[in-house]
């Protein structure tokens, strides 16, 4: 069934961000630190086991998979509701800041995945 | 508009944004297919489009949520908000690899620290360049520089001016619109096509909204990887920019 699934998702999703909520809480923060992934990872091994038990039949795989395809449409909308003019109004100050650090971690990105090659190719 | 027509939208609003979304992917996939010959992907396009229109939104309603402001719209608020856009990245998490994470582990906490410590660092050396000298701005800058809630956070938790405060959101949403367009173009140049390379450079922007967005008009199967580091970004960085690296910031500007 489909909403099993949706179930599923849900479940993993909301223990996910407890979690996080609790992380953020424990380190006097007042923000959730990584929800998301803690729901990512119940929901990769969640699915892995029952599909071992072969309690994951296509139904009710559908029930996340909607979502998975709902994802670039809810990203389109997340885009339509940003402050565009309040990025562009915090004048010279913001753009820099923006700019300058943003283009340094991009040029950072082929240094830290390489690195992981080299040490494979030395063990 | 009619008020009762304008009270039929709202009371469907989320509804409202279902199809005005689908009308937005139909018009990029044309203008995808059509005008760049396949050349820019359709959700990069589809993406584009939102930001412009939030961009009229703006425009219209004067307010801060794109065009979820303006009234008939305002379900937008809803598909586009933290907990849909959440759930649906948890949901592409069934398709990656448990095994890619894990051997990417160390990795992803390094990119993070890089990524946190770098950005918050050369936000902070900017902020002295263009003239502050007070300690709680530079690191409010600085921590602006990382995402638009690091900057407010941490700005709020060590009482720096709200004129500061709002430099700080408008660097960090800046940051994810920048990440967001020009992660598709520079992807080729940078190898990000590969879970670790996706993890790394999570770790390294951090903005979950940049992020997401930025992979999902790369490669969707990279999305996963890149939303498992970003999301620990935003609250190492709530974590660290009042702390330490304020303290850091006091030592050096005394």
Same mark, same amino acid.
């Given at each position: 069934m489909t909403i099993y699934g949706l179930g599923l998702l849900a479940a993993c999703y909301l223990a996910g961000q407890l979690i996080g909520e609790v992380l953020g809480r424990l380190i006097g923060i007042d923000a959730n630190v990584g929800g998301v992934g803690f729901a990512m990872i119940l929901l990769i091994l969640a699915t892995d086991k029952l599909n071992r038990k072969n309690l994951m039949p296509p139904a009710t795989q559908q029930g996340v998979l909607f979502w998975t395809a709902m994802y670039i449409p809810v990203i389109v909308a997340m885009s339509a509701t940003q402050n565009v003019i309040g990025a562009f109004s915090g004048g010279l100050m913001a753009i820099v800041a923006a700019t300058i650090p943003t283009a340094a971690m991009f040029l950072l990105v082929p240094v830290l995945s390489r690195m992981r090659q080299n040490k494979e190719k030395k063990i | 508009m009619s008020s009762w027509l304008e009270k039929f939208f709202v009371q469907n609003g989320l509804v409202v944004a279902f199809l005005v979304v689908a009308v937005i992917m139909l018009v990029s996939s044309f203008i995808s297919r059509r005008i760049t010959k396949k050349k820019i992907p359709d959700s990069a396009v589809a993406i584009v489009l939102g930001l412009i229109l939030a961009y009229i939104g703006g425009r219209i309603a004067? $307010?801060?949520k794109g065009i979820a402001d303006v009234t008939m719209f305002s379900g937008f608020g809803l598909m586009g908000g933290a907990m849909f856009r959440d759930f649906a990245v948890v949901s592409t *998490?069934? $398709? *990656?690899?448990f095994d890619e994470l894990r051997k990417s582990g160390l990795i992803g906490v390094l990119s993070l620290l890089i990524g946190v410590g770098g950005t918050f660092a050369l936000g902070a050396v900017l902020a002295v360049a263009f003239g502050y000298t007070d300690a709680k701005s530079i690191t409010t800058i600085g921590a602006g520089a990382c995402t638009f809630i690091v900057g407010p956070i941490t700005g709020a938790a060590i009482g720096a001016e709200s004129h500061v405060i709002a430099i700080s959101i408008a660097a960090g949403v800046l940051k994810s619109i920048l990440v967001t367009i020009a992660t598709p173009a520079l992807a080729g140049s940078l190898g990000l096509n590969n879970p670790q390379a996706a993890m790394a450079y999570g770790g390294l922007m951090g903005t979950t909204s940049g992020v997401t967005a930025g992979l999902a008009a790369t490669d969707p199967k990279l999305v996963p990887y890149g939303a498992m580091t970003a999301t620990f970004y935003t609250g190492l960085g709530c974590l660290l920019c009042p702390s330490v690296l304020y303290y850091l910031v006091t030592l050096a500007t005394r």
């Open positions: - | 004067r $307010g801060t *998490a069934m $398709g *990656a690899s």
